[in-house]
């Protein structure tokens, strides 16, 4: 099966993309950003970044093997999650240089993880900036204050991410504001790409 990860800076649109793919596809399931029921994750994950806590690393692999086991438990043939790995990198590895020994330690057991349960990890990654992310950003946490500090620096990580690291196909949506047909048009290309064994 496939987790198609939407992923982008805070304010890109990641939730409008995915309610709305979820209704062009009856199919595509939605894994929980939370299925790992930790409380206070996105604090905890802002705790150890800015304070540089090398077992954050160890929450954050926790937190998304549970996602991909979420996603084999589904049955589903493809299913899709806001934010993954290359979140990680873009936040703590590019703009906090944060461990990124541990990091690539931890991104080959997350692979191998992946591959052990036939979970094949697709991004589509929302990529309209930072200064209009920026200005969409409405709901504010300490993590947000990190983000608009860093905005454009957590961009470049996502985008190194992608052209440099990761093997997995990415799927760039760069249109400021997705139209209806923008969105059908990926889901197209979605429901008609190969099943992976």
Same mark, same amino acid.
């Given at each position: 099966m496939k987790l198609y990860v939407v992923e982008g800076l805070d304010g890109s649109g990641k939730d409008f993309l995915? #309610? #709305?793919m979820l209704k062009y596809d009856e199919k595509l399931i939605q894994i929980s950003d939370g299925c790992s029921k930790i409380q206070n994750l996105n604090d905890l994950i802002y705790e150890g970044t800015t304070n540089k806590y090398k077992s954050l690393y160890s929450l954050i692999e926790h937190e998304l093997m549970r996602r991909i086991e979420e996603a084999y438990r589904s049955g589903a043939d493809r299913a899709v999650v806001s934010r993954f790995i290359a979140s990680t990198y873009? @936040?703590?590895v590019y703009t906090a240089n944060l461990y990124p020994n541990e990091f690539f330690d931890m991104y080959k057991r997350i692979k191998e993880y992946a591959d052990f349960f036939g979970v094949r990890i697709k991004y589509i990654? %929302? &990529?309209i900036g930072a200064e209009i992310a920026? !200005? %969409?950003l409405s709901v504010y946490d300490d993590m &947000?204050? @990190?983000f608009i500090q860093n905005a454009q620096k957590i961009n470049d990580g996502y985008k190194e991410f992608f052209e440099k690291i990761s093997d997995e196909f990415v799927y760039r949506m760069d249109? !400021? &504001?997705l139209t209806e047909s923008d969105i059908k048009e990926l889901v197209h290309k979605i429901q008609q790409s190969p099943v992976e064994v």
């Open positions: 995915i #309610n #709305n873009a @936040y703590q990654f %929302r &990529d920026k !200005q %969409r &947000d204050e @990190y249109q !400021q &504001d």
